[in-house]
């Protein structure tokens, strides 16, 4: 056989491999524990329901929900409002931290405060983090300990770029006391507008799945751990018990670190796809999109130039090969190459289709899903020389030269 019809069964194998194997990563069915169940209290014109189990007297936790905002005058009046009015039926606040703005984001914050009612919020400025702090956490820290004041069971993390639907946070709760979970953790479903974002955004969402199956983190007896940081609810006792944020307080994959973390404190972890969070951050542009992936995912690789070596490889091998062995055999006459090609990229394509129907997509788009991975795999190179160059990640005025990767669990 030839050197082509090599690789190209190996990217078959590959393919089969991460199809049975690889804890039906492909597959979109993680949802939110309890949501069917409870999704009759839903709107704001329902009834409130019951507490969740083991609420017996009828009472819902407290709730604290910290904010981190950076310069997010942009899209705060499309997120903020939604968290002001959340229909929740025990006693919760919002802590926004303004992490050193210079478009008015605080001012903007108390404004909407006024204009909405609902949920009372506080608008804190911690200053310029402390070495050692990226800006993120040093914010999260300072809106946490604030929070904890008020003795809140959960904390509700979430970034100001995302906006939640009316019952989003009752059915937060609801998940985490039913199930007994101490972090539930939602993947905002991404905005998908732009022909850039349509090509991306699935993707990436998908490619994370594959490295983080969720399967895995779900299960009783977990094989990885991983957090989405766009909408985190933690049980404050596990956060003291894990140290959180300080223990994790370098990192740049800050919600990966977070889950750790909370799992090595012994708390249970809970990871899917969104149904009532959504993010309404703009990418319209590539330069955008490639900025967010580059930003951290050297750190992903925890600066490892192996590491690197070797996801280049497997990225080429894995979503390269399938369609360039498929030409080369048809041109060549190889229908060895050909058919393993044919299949392999068939296959991927396959994977593919449930995330583009979970972000409304036509299924028309999944072959093109090799020349997204090669977009994907020039951002990783990106990033590793940036890394090198001295530029580290880099977010909103301000650049960590040598962050820190996510800790192992």
Not at 159 to 169: G, K, R
Not at 295 to 306: F, G, M
């Amino acid at each position: 056989m030839s050197a082509t019809a090599w690789i190209a069964l190996g990217s078959l194998a590959a393919w089969v491999w991460l199809l049975l194997g690889q804890g039906f990563f492909w597959r979109t069915d993680q949802r939110l524990p309890g949501v069917t169940r409870h999704r009759r209290w839903g709107r704001r014109t329902r009834p409130a329901g019951p507490a969740p189990d083991g609420y017996g007297d009828g009472s819902w936790p407290r709730v604290a929900v910290v904010v981190p905002a950076r310069d997010e005058a942009e899209v705060l009046p499309l997120s903020l409002p939604s968290l002001l009015t959340q229909d929740y039926p025990g006693e919760a606040e919002i802590v926004l931290v303004d992490d050193g703005s210079t478009d008015g984001t605080g001012k903007l914050a108390g404004e909407l405060a006024v204009r909405y009612s609902g949920l009372p919020l506080t608008v804190v400025s911690p200053g310029e983090p402390e070495p050692g702090w990226t800006g993120k956490l040093w914010a999260l820290r300072h809106g946490m300990a604030l929070a904890r004041k008020r003795d809140p069971e959960f904390l509700l993390l979430t970034d100001a770029d995302i906006a939640h639907e009316p019952d989003s946070l009752r059915l937060l709760v609801t998940a985490a006391a039913s199930e007994g979970f101490d972090l539930v953790s939602q993947m905002a479903r991404l905005r998908v507008a732009t022909v850039w974002e349509r090509l991306i955004v699935p993707a990436f969402v998908y490619f994370f799945a594959q490295l983080y199956p969720f399967r895995w983190i779900n299960g009783r007896r977990p094989r990885a751990t991983a957090a989405a940081g766009g909408c985190v609810l933690l049980r404050t006792e596990t956060a003291d018990r894990a140290g959180v944020p300080e223990a994790v307080r370098q990192a740049v994959i800050d919600d990966v670190s977070l889950a750790r973390a909370v799992r090595r404190a012994g708390g249970r972890v809970w990871l899917g796809l969104a149904e009532r969070v959504d993010s309404v951050r703009p990418y319209p542009r590539l330069a955008d999109l490639w900025g967010m992936v580059a930003r951290s995912a050297y750190a992903q690789l925890r600066h490892n130039p192996l590491l690197l070596l070797g996801t280049v490889v497997a990225l080429a091998l894995v979503y390269l090969a399938p369609p360039a062995t498929l030409v080369a055999g048809l041109a060549g006459g190889d229908a060895t190459a050909a058919v393993a090609g044919g299949l392999a990229w068939a296959v991927m394509a396959g994977t593919y289709v449930p995330m583009l129907r979970y972000y409304g997509q036509p299924v028309a788009l999944a072959p093109t899903l090799p020349l997204t991975a090669l977009l994907y795999l020039l951002m990783t190179v990106d990033s590793a020389g940036r890394h090198y160059r001295g530029r580290g990640a880099a977010w909103k005025g301000r650049t960590y030269g040598r962050p820190q990767a996510a800790p192992d669990r």
